[in-house]
């Protein structure tokens, strides 16, 4: 399952440019514009991979990703230095994303209402596709129906493939919480993709 998720919704890459981080984020920190400015040109491409990962919507993704650069003058007053500027700017992406992601599964499921089925095409790549993308399709539902905080760790995990150290940091929770939350979200997965003929 986990090849399937990292090329249906990876979207990367996780490396950036260099920059002075110290000087950005007293520069932030001082309230000045333009440091918001320079911090989304750096850092926005990040957080809208992580946005459309964890919501598989690009509207809401950019909605999501619009707040956190907003957001950015008053939560750089708790950065402490304890994580890269990127890592802090994915865990206030994960803080804002809750009705990102009921906005977009409510589009989602409305959208599917209204799609009509495709002509059928019997040949063996069409079949594949067809399944890839039934599959896909199977498995946005199913995170529609995870908790939030076990749906951002399962995208930072499974799809970012950040270690359960690093997602402790852009979640705030202890490393055991987080294993236990990937834990009890591939479960679910597994369960509810397995109800509708997915094995």
């Known amino acids: 399952m986990k090849e399937i998720l990292v090329n249906r919704f990876s979207l990367l890459p996780t490396t950036g440019p260099v920059v002075d981080k110290d000087e950005l984020v007293l520069s932030l920190q001082r309230g000045e514009r333009e440091a918001v400015a320079r911090a989304y040109e750096l850092f926005h491409e990040r957080v809208r991979s992580f946005a ?24 750089i007053r708790s950065f402490r230095g304890e994580s890269a500027l990127p890592t802090f700017l994915i ?32 040949s063996p790549d069409a079949e594949d596709r067809a399944y890839s993308e039934q599959l896909a399709r199977a498995l946005s539902r199913a995170m529609d129906r995870l908790p939030d905080d076990q749906r951002a760790v399962f995208v930072l995990c499974e799809m970012d493939e950040r270690t359960s150290a690093e997602v402790a940091v852009i979640v705030g929770a202890p490393e055991g919480t987080v294993r236990t939350r990937l834990f009890h979200a591939k479960r679910k997965l597994r369960e509810i993709l397995e109800r509708e003929g997915f094995r």
Do not use: C, K, Y
């Open 91 to 122: 865990g206030i992406a994960v803080r804002h994303a809750r009705h990102h992601v009921r906005a977009a599964a409510r589009r989602r499921a409305a959208m599917e209402r209204l799609a009509q089925a495709p002509a059928p095409d019997s």
């Open 52 to 75: 459309r990962r964890l919501l598989h919507d690009e509207s809401a993704a950019e909605d999501l990703v619009h707040e956190v650069f907003v957001t950015l003058p008053s939560a």
